[in-house]
């Protein structure tokens, strides 16, 4: 049983389109998160939730957008995509203060 | 402000060698972990120290947590090929949970 999902594992779109990224996790963790790797395999955290609040990370351009339709899932919308936003996004979730997991990654190429 | 760092950005190493890998804030930090990154494939869990001076061993692998708990470092002895990634240090607080930049190893055969 894979404990945080995300589909789809590859995506290859035309800039300008607008696409999503599902994450659900059967862990029962109270947060979730989304993170943007790029090509130097930097980490950035772009959202949390945990089924109170949201926090964006102020550097996230607006395009990006997470709907929680309950705790166990995290999806990610984004708008008018460009082709900076490529890049390998992970989905994450944990227990406060406690190790998170990691989805098994999406591989979003913009062209 | 919230941010860890972590040193080298690469090391190389020929099977066998130690390395060893740095991470440092300038904040005290409630708990550190680490993960590793498999090229290819996702973060996954090494472990998590919370106290002060914390020293704990996975076979290979040393995690320690320094006096002050700003810093922490990984030392793995004798590498092998299946070391090989990029290793992250992360702390988790309230809602945020960030990672260092990570320590990417290659290990020569």
């Known amino acids: 049983d894979t404990a945080v999902s995300q589909t789809p594992k590859y995506l290859v779109t035309q800039m300008g389109n607008d696409k999503s990224i599902k994450c659900e996790q059967n862990l029962g963790h109270d947060t979730m998160y989304w993170y943007k790797q790029d090509s130097k395999k930097f980490l950035k955290i772009m959202f949390s939730y945990n089924n109170k609040e949201l926090i964006i990370n102020e550097t996230v351009p607006n395009r990006f957008s997470p709907k929680s339709p309950d705790k166990a899932h995290l999806n990610l919308h984004i708008n008018s995509l460009e082709l900076g936003d490529s890049a390998v996004y992970f989905c994450?979730?944990?227990?406060?203060?406690?190790?998170?997991?990691f989805g098994q990654g999406t591989r979003l190429t913009v062209v | 402000g919230q941010q860890v760092m972590q040193i080298p950005q690469y090391q190389h190493v020929q099977e066998g060698e130690d390395f060893t890998t740095y991470c440092n804030s300038s904040t005290t930090l409630s708990n550190i972990q680490w993960y590793k990154q498999r090229p290819g494939g996702h973060p996954v869990f090494l472990i998590q120290l919370v106290k002060s001076g914390e020293v704990k061993k996975q076979k290979r692998l040393t995690f320690q947590f320094g006096e002050a708990k700003k810093n922490s470092s990984l030392h793995i002895t004798a590498t092998q090929t299946t070391d090989v990634g990029t290793y992250f240090c992360g702390r988790n607080y309230g809602q945020n949970f960030v990672f260092g930049p990570g320590t990417r190893l290659s290990v020569l055969p």
């Open positions: 994450a979730s944990s227990q406060t203060e406690r190790e998170a997991f």
